[in-house]
């Protein structure tokens, strides 16, 4: 969905969208999206900023491996977004410009309005957690015989060498 200029002039744009899988395209293999995006929410010219205001609500369901074991992720994703646009022309390319900590949930965009989908492609990859795992207590692969640790006890032995040290043994 675009969210044009022109409609926001008339007044606030209200919106309701769903996206299917494949949809947005989240450039990684890693995370997938595993069912229906849906969002809702307004988008409305601020008149103080100079800018696009869009808040709104999105729920998705995504999938990625676990960063320990490889094993499927499910990662359900329910959060709210409340941003501000304003026009690119408002910066000057020879401009060193510094942001303060108010200013940083604010984006820029260029012509004539703003995608949707870009919006939502930043919130739902911000909204992932940084570690993904299948259960808290997820005992990973075996760096010896590459079994995971949480189907098989293994019983392999772990010995760590430091080969920085190694010179030193040799006295």
């Not at 299917?20 to 307004?42: M, N, S, T, Y």
């Not at 501000?84 to 303060?100: C, F, H, K, N, Q």
Request: with cysteine.
């Amino acid at each position: 969905m675009f969210l044009s200029l022109k409609e926001m002039e008339r007044g606030r744009v209200v919106f309701r969208e769903t996206y299917p899988p494949g949809a947005i395209e989240f450039f990684d293999p890693q995370p997938r999206q595993a069912g229906e995006l849906v969002v809702e929410g307004i988008a409305e010219l601020s008149p103080a900023l100079l800018g696009i205001s869009v808040r709104g609500r999105l729920q998705v369901m995504m999938e990625a491996e676990c960063d320990r074991c490889l094993e499927p992720v499910s990662l359900p994703i329910e959060t709210g977004f409340e941003l501000t646009y304003l026009p690119a022309s408002v910066l000057r390319d020879d401009e060193d410009v510094g942001i303060e900590e108010a200013e940083a949930e604010v984006g820029f965009y260029q012509g004539d309005g703003l995608d949707l989908a870009d919006v939502l492609r930043e919130q739902v990859l911000l909204a992932l957690p940084m570690q993904r795992l299948c259960v808290e207590d997820c005992r990973g692969i075996c760096p010896v015989c590459g079994q995971n640790r949480n189907r098989v006890a293994c019983g392999c032995r772990e010995e760590l060498h430091d080969d920085r040290w190694a010179r030193l043994r040799d006295l």
